[in-house]
């Protein structure tokens, strides 16, 4: 984890998915929540990687997804460099607030009670994600990939 952001992409995306939906400008950019279970990303059991639904950045692999019970996709490492961290003083809590560190969309949060080996729970909104199988072991046991998200999130 960082604990610094940079990037200069904004409201919009700036990568490759093309325009992002506005339930998704407002999980990214307007620092919102969805609600827990709420995201289709709960239930895929793919192999793949986990892109910024706003700029592309990989963020995370299938092999640290877990499931935690908190209602949102949760994963116990981060890529290198790929997710960078702030306090979050909102809503009457201390916080570990996690952000793209390429483009700086909110993504979700970061929490001491994961498993082994990091002991993290990063806590990420679904919206904020764009989940990619991987082409060489894409199965039909899985799930609805990013792109198949609908409304589900509260701000």
């Known amino acids: 984890m960082s604990d610094s952001l940079s990037g200069s992409c904004g ?3 700036c990568g490759p998915r093309g325009p ?3 339930e998704q400008e407002q999980i990214l950019f307007g620092h919102g929540t969805e609600y827990p279970g709420s995201s289709p990303l709960n239930h895929e059991k793919r192999e793949g990687a986990y892109h910024c639904a706003a700029c592309g950045s990989l963020l995370f692999r299938s092999a640290t997804k877990y499931e935690s019970g908190s209602g949102w996709p949760s994963f116990w490492a ?4 790929a997710v960078a961290t702030h306090k979050d003083t909102s809503h009457g809590m201390v ?4 952000h793209c560190a390429q483009c700086e969309g909110h993504l979700g949060h970061v929490f001491p009670d994961g498993p082994p080996p990091t002991g993290q729970r990063y806590c990420m909104n679904g919206l904020a994600l764009d989940f990619r199988p991987d082409p060489q072991r894409a199965t039909s046991a899985g799930g609805a990939t990013a792109m198949d998200h609908t ?3 509260a701000s």
Do not use: D, I, K, M
């Open 151 to 153: 409304s589900g999130w």
């Open 95 to 98: 916080r570990t607030e996690a």
């Open 78 to 81: 981060a890529e290198p460099n």
């Open 20 to 22: 992002l939906t506005p």
């Open 11 to 13: 409201a919009g995306g």
